[in-house]
């Protein structure tokens, strides 16, 4: 949120006239249950998560079963081969360890152009709520985006709903507006997108005075 503020700010009083960047709160669906266990186990090992820690997780994700009960009767067995464990501490940490690796190529990518605060910022990431901050062209940058999150999604599960994915787009010319809404899958948000359970507001203006009442 601090540098949704620091964007917006900056926006306001440089008023840029070649103003060009759009801001997009992914909506991931049921994150935490889509995640591949073996994408999850090979990802550990690849930050050097190893022995004991390593078969402890493993442990708790191979070849786990589930079963179905019907009509008060144990159905058949059936293989786990997809999300963390419900209630378990250790859920977030793993989800947001292999989610790294996406976001990884995102602030990698070039083609997918930062946005220069002090220092180069182009996303933010709580859990399995990320928001991106991306600068110039937002309509191919946006379709670099998603090519990099459906590559990704392929092999780790990880999937979004385009449509509830959120997005503020800045741009002074009409046309550009108009194209880049009719190309990019995310829905324009007039006025206002939820984060990390508050409502952050096109202009910063109106989200200071939605915080303080006046």
């Keep these: 949120m601090v540098q949704y503020l620091k964007i917006n700010k900056r926006d306001t009083s440089h008023k840029q006239r070649d103003k060009n960047h759009i801001v997009i709160s992914i909506d991931a ?5 889509k995640i591949q266990h073996p994408f999850l186990i090979k990802t550990l090992n690849k930050v050097g998560i190893e022995g004991s820690y390593l ?26 081969k997809t999300g963390t ?15 790294e690796v996406l976001t990884i190529a ?9 946005i220069q605060i002090g220092k180069k910022i182009k996303l933010s990431l709580f859990a399995d709520d990320m928001i991106l901050y991306i600068k110039k ?16 999604g392929s092999v780790a599960g990880y999937k979004i709903n385009a449509k509830k994915s959120m997005a503020f787009l800045y741009t002074n010319c009409e046309l550009t507006e108009r ?7 995310f829905t324009i ?18 989200l200071l005075q939605n915080t303080t009442g006046h």
Excluded: H, W
């Excluded at 078969?55 to 786990?80: C, E, H, V, W």
């Excluded at 995102?106 to 930062?114: L, M």
């Design 29 to 33: 669906e049921k994150a935490f249950d």
């Design 55 to 80: 078969n402890i997780i493993r442990a708790i994700y191979d070849k786990t079963t589930a079963n179905i009960i019907l009509n008060g009767q144990k159905l058949k067995p059936f293989p786990l």
């Design 85 to 99: 464990r419900q209630g378990c501490l250790l859920s977030p940490l793993l989800f947001d360890i292999v989610l």
């Design 106 to 114: 995102i602030r990698q990518e070039e083609e997918i152009k930062d």
């Design 137 to 152: 062209n937002p309509r191919d940058s946006a379709k670099n985006l998603m090519d990099l999150i459906n590559e990704f």
């Design 179 to 185: 194209e880049t809404i009719k190309a990019i899958p």
């Design 189 to 206: 948000a007039p006025k206002k997108l939820r984060y990390l359970g508050i409502n952050l507001t096109r202009e910063v203006k109106d």
